[in-house]
């Protein structure tokens, strides 16, 4: 049976349409329930390990956070993690982390 596959340049595409308000943060979330399935999506097929965690992790933060915690301004941070390379990984997931959410 052939997965289902989420490729970088979807994520970027879909993160990016809310970054520049061309869909809304539940549009946003709703596009990640549908697709962040980890046991039956394939994320990040022929990425690098570091790209595929960031992928998982910016999917699961998106989905699982409430709507007003998400900071619409900050979205490049999850395109900054997403395109990371191992030197820079843990510093682009801090700000991600850090930054990209309201508490």
């Not at 993160?15 to 999506?41: C, H, R």
């Not at 510093?91 to 982390?97: A, G, M, R």
């Amino acid at each position: 049976m052939h997965r289902k596959e989420i490729t970088k340049l979807q994520l970027i595409d879909i993160i990016k349409s809310w970054g520049e308000q061309n869909i809304t943060i539940k549009k946003l979330q709703i596009w990640m329930l549908d697709n962040f399935e980890p046991d039956e999506v394939e994320i990040g097929k022929g990425e690098s390990e570091c790209t595929i965690e960031a992928m998982h992790i910016v999917m699961n933060e998106y989905e699982l956070a409430q709507e007003e915690k998400c900071l619409q301004a900050q979205y490049l941070l999850a395109i900054n993690y997403i395109n990371c390379s191992e030197e820079n990984y843990n510093q682009c997931k801090s700000d991600f982390l850090r930054h990209a959410f309201c508490d």
